[in-house]
C-alpha cells in the first residue's frame, strides 16, 4: 500500500515561503523532511505489507492504529519535529486531523493531481510564521493503492470484519469511499526553527 508513497528525488517540487531561510539551510531541510518520511513510509509499508500477508485486513488495521502512532512518535522524539499523518478524510480525529496550513496544502495536492501530477513524487516545503514563531513545514502526499481499499474503499465492499474492527477503534471514522487514485492524505512535519 505505501510503496510506492515515496521515491528517493524529490528536488525540485518544493516551493519557498515567502519567509527568508538561506537557500542551503532550505535544502538541508527540505532533504531531512524526506528522508524522515521516507523512513516513515518505508517502516510503515513493510510492517503493513507482512501483516496484510499475515493476517489481512484487520491486521493491517492494527497496524495503522497501533504502530503508525508508534513509528511517528519515535521520530518526532528522535529528530525535535512534529512528524504525523494527515487525512483529506479523517479516520482518527485526534491524530489525523490536518491543521489549517495542511488543509491548504491538501487542496494544493488534490488540484496538482487534477492536472495529472503523481502522488508517487508530490510534496511541499515552505517556512512560516506563526504565533509561537517561526516554523518549517513540509508535506509529502499519500495517494490511494488498490490494496487500501480493503479499510478505505467502499463501506458496501469492506469486509464485515473489518467493519466491526472500524467502528471499535474509530467511532467517528470518515475515512472510506475512496477509489484507487485519490488522495489519502499526507506525512506532515512541522519543525520548529
Not at 65 to 78: D, F, H, K, M
Not at 103 to 115: G, I, M, T
Not at 145 to 171: F, M, S, T, W
Request: charge should be positive; proline fraction near 4%.
Amino acid at each position: 500500500m505505501l510503496k510506492q508513497l515515496f521515491v528517493s528525488t524529490v528536488s525540485g517540487l518544493f516551493l519557498y515561503g515567502s519567509l527568508a531561510v538561506n537557500a542551503s539551510d532550505m535544502d538541508k531541510m527540505k532533504q531531512d523532511a524526506a528522508e524522515a518520511t521516507k523512513a516513515f513510509v518505508t517502516q510503515l509499508g513493510g510492517a503493513m505489507k507482512k501483516e496484510m500477508q499475515a493476517g489481512g485486513p484487520v491486521a493491517a488495521v492494527k497496524v495503522c492504529s497501533e504502530l503508525a502512532p508508534q513509528i511517528t512518535g519515535e521520530i518526532s522524539r528522535q529528530k525535535g519535529w512534529k512528524v504525523t499523518r494527515v487525512g483529506t478524510r479523517v479516520r482518527n480525529p485526534m491524530l489525523g486531523t490536518p491543521d489549517t496550513w495542511e488543509q491548504q496544502v491538501l487542496a494544493k495536492f488534490a488540484e496538482r493531481a487534477s492536472k495529472g501530477e503523481s502522488f508517487d513524487t508530490m510534496a511541499f516545503a515552505e517556512v512560516v510564521e506563526e504565533p509561537n514563531g517561526k516554523y518549517f513545514r513540509f508535506m509529502k502526499a499519500i495517494g490511494v493503492q488498490g490494496q487500501c481499499l480493503a479499510c478505505h474503499g467502499d463501506k458496501d465492499k469492506i469486509q464485515q470484519e473489518v467493519k466491526d474492527l472500524l467502528n471499535d477503534r474509530y467511532p467517528h471514522d470518515q475515512a472510506t469511499g475512496y477509489q484507487a487514485g485519490d488522495l489519502r492524505g499526507a506525512v506532515s512535519i512541522k519543525r520548529p526553527l
